[in-house]
């Protein structure tokens, strides 16, 4: 009462994940999820930039392929990186930059503008492309990890918070299944 948070009128269908009236919105009651891997985009950190260190989905266009690693070539010099250092040993800076983006503007080859990060950028596309054969090579550098959103449990968090009396503790829908 105190926050004015209610739920309907509780019924089986929303302690399930089968249902969209239980299942978790942002992994649609599966558990996990879809998250680019910086493993997957780095496969030898061993090696440089220069060397091909850095894998992308645009590998079977020779142009996008082009144009994403001038970007990328944007980012080193806008960090003030070695490109034929290996990757292992480039600051942790470059690093979260080239997965996860910049927050400042830097000089590309067409414009000024934060870089987007291949972590973002991949997320990104697997969302909002309309080509079947760009998201399948996106998911290629992504791993199912589990949910943020519900920690794997499945439930919306609104259901996992209902409680049950059992014994001499209360506890959730998925405390009572984890007896």
Known sequence: PETGFTLPALTPKHFSFNSHFGACPRCHGLGSCLDPDPTLFVPFPEKSINQGGIKTWWSGSKKKKGAYDRLIESLVLHMNEDPDKPIKDMSREFKRALFYGTKEAMQTPWSTKPFEGLSNHARRLLEESKSEITKRNVR???????????EGKRLKPSILAVTLAHETEARSIQ????L
């Open 140 to 150: 290629r550098f992504m791993s199912h990890k589990p949910c943020d959103e519900c």
């Open 175 to 178: 405390g009572l299944t984890n």
